[in-house]
T-cell receptor
């Protein structure tokens, strides 16, 4: 069964540094998402992306965050100047359809981001 | 706004017994309700979902019920097994296809 893959599995970064988290969505999926889960808390939506532009973003997704699909397979989340409170598990997800069609989103294994 | 309330936060069940997790929501426009299982350090894994045009869906030992009028939905796991121990999240698909998660239920299956 095809899967969403994420790299790295664990990223340790000094506060103030830039970090890029990478995702390879399922190959025939067109809609991509990033979610965040702070340790012991619920999963929170960050951003959705379709047709090379952001569809929706949450209040967490401020100017320090950006997303990009640099080629036909990768989908990246960049945090420009990391803060301690950015420490969390970041999940990428993808779906074949969206736009109100209520299709399942499939999650990757996540990247654990630790800010020192 | 879009919100999902989930309870209980922790649930301990004797192996072989049933477990029930309940969720309520506020946005009557919601039409898709997935349930995710998350084992420690792993991804949220979709285990079952239900759309608003049905009231109940079953997949082996797992069933989900939906009451759109009352805006609540529930997960039922029967004949629980040790491997059912995990955190379970109810969720709904909000506007613009974002998934809104509940706070999770930590399910412990006792031997």
């Amino acid at each position: 069964e095809p899967e969403v893959t994420q790299t790295p599995s664990h990223q340790v970064t000094q506060m103030g540094q830039e970090v890029i988290l990478r995702c390879v969505p399922i190959s025939n999926h067109l809609y991509f998402y990033w979610y965040r889960q702070i340790l012991g808390q619920k999963v929170e939506f960050l951003v959705s992306f379709y047709n090379n532009e952001i569809s929706e973003k949450s209040e967490i997704f401020d100017d320090q965050f950006s997303v990009e699909r640099p080629d036909g397979s990768n989908f990246t989340l960049k945090i420009r100047s990391t803060k301690l409170e950015d420490s969390a598990m970041y999940f990428c997800a993808s779906s074949a359809y969206a736009g109100g069609l209520n299709q399942p989103q499939h999650f990757g294994d996540g990247t654990r981001l630790s800010i020192l | 706004g879009e919100n999902v309330e989930q309870h209980p936060s922790t649930l301990s069940v004797q192996e072989g017994d049933s477990a029930v997790i309940k969720c309520t929501y506020s946005d009557s426009a919601s039409n898709y309700f997935p349930w995710y299982k998350q084992e420690l350090g792993k991804r949220p894994q979709l285990i079952i979902d239900i759309r608003s045009n049905v009231g109940e869906k079953k997949d082996q030992r797992i069933a989900v019920t939906l009451n759109k009028t009352a805006k609540h939905f529930s997960l039922h796991i029967t004949e629980t097994q040790p491997e059912d121990s995990a955190v379970y999240f109810c969720a709904l698909m909000g506007r613009d296809d974002k998934i809104i998660f509940g706070k999770g239920t930590r399910l412990h299956i006792l031997p």
